[in-house]
DNA sequence: GTCTATATGCAGATAGAC
DNA sequence: GTCTATCTGCATATAGAC
């Protein structure tokens, strides 16, 4: 009964799926068009260049966290709460979706010139939401920890790379995940609370 | 006064090098033997295939770092003693040779057959050092943290990320760095003692 | 929108002289 | 051991019919 998606969304599976597994420079784009179920015209048709599609995978992976971020911390008080909160955003939307998250976040090596800048600006400003986050907890106590813009950035990558081994069959739920996550992230950053200390809106989705 | 190092050297540094930038699939053979100011003849008389100069990075950096585990748990007692010195000798390592770590932390998708297997059951023997010395944490009272399997492997991916942007101009020196990384490792494990309240022997140099 | 056919260049790898 | 010259195939991208 299930429906065929349409082939601009079979392309673009495709291609996340084939940049995840092999590489974007590992990948052909006849192996995309080929896994889509459609020609090479097809692609080019529905999705410019390599590069063009690259970038639009990229760009529709990292922008809603980001926005995610921006709303948990215009929405939340306190620092714990808003990092309990951005952490679970991120390992949630590494979890659900892995493949588009290694593709966004191994492959900016791949591009060049203007393009690869705006991703690059993108993904830092992703950062700076921790990392005010975090220096405002430092600030009124909620954290103690030495070089915190350091650790800051280490718990980033390790919840980055939930998407390289994460998968649903686990002895986690990608909610529990998340929870754990997050109550690791106080424990790093020396926080006094822990995750279910913290009075937090349930559900909270934060993304598009 | 520096002398130019021999041929082989250059080739495999320049490999490094490039495989580190450009990933193993965005770089030609030609372009190593270039940036080794050597021909390509040379490329293959000295290392073979590029896939051999892939698989000889990979298991000569890999290699130490297990033998290095090894020896830690050999040779200091308890678990956060052991779980303090493997995280900074891993760290360190990540941050005095990053290119080759991110090579061999990256590249294994490149790799087939045989030879992807040989790097896999290295790589996950030295995970599993860091499981074992964690699960014996959590079974004496040392740690105290939920899901301990995949809270080490968050730390393992944490440490290893060092590579992505260490450099040694940054506000922290290599040595402090480690010790750092090691502190909030305990924190994360929900240890009671901190990285400065261990006896561990100092210098302590596993990796050869 | 989707197809077949093709232009153009660079990839990995090797031959054989010196 | 290092060189120049070359083989072979696949890469990205496009032309043009239907």
């Known amino acids: 009964m299930t429906e065929r998606p349409p082939t601009p969304v079979r ?22 068009a080929t896994r889509a179920e459609t020609t090479l015209s097809s692609l080019y048709h ?21 926005r995610a971020a921006e709303k948990v911390r215009a929405t939340l008080a306190g620092p714990a709460e808003q990092l309990s909160m951005i952490v679970e955003q991120h390992v949630w939307a590494h979890g659900v979706d892995p493949q588009a998250n290694i593709v966004s976040d191994t492959e900016v090596r791949a591009l060049s010139g203007e393009r690869r800048d ?28 030495e070089h915190p813009r350091i650790v800051t950035r280490a718990l980033l990558e390790m919840c980055t790379s939930v ?46």
């Open 118 to 145: 705006q991703i690059i600006v993108l993904r830092d400003a992703y950062e700076e939401f921790w990392q005010e986050t975090v220096a405002e907890g430092v600030q009124d106590g909620s954290f103690d920890v």
């Open 46 to 66: 529905h999705c410019g260049s390599k590069d063009d599609l690259l970038v639009d995978i990229m760009f529709t992976t990292i922008e809603p966290l980001l």
């Open 11 to 32: 392309l673009r599976t495709a291609a996340v799926e084939l940049f995840a597994e092999r590489g974007f420079n590992g990948t052909g784009i006849r192996d995309i």
């Open 163 to 208: 998407s390289h081994w994460y998968r649903p069959t686990g002895e986690l739920a990608l909610d529990d995940l998340s929870h754990l996550y997050a109550d690791r992230a106080l424990a790093l950053m020396g926080a006094r609370s822990r995750r279910s200390d913290l009075q937090i809106p349930e559900p909270a989705h934060f993304l598009g």
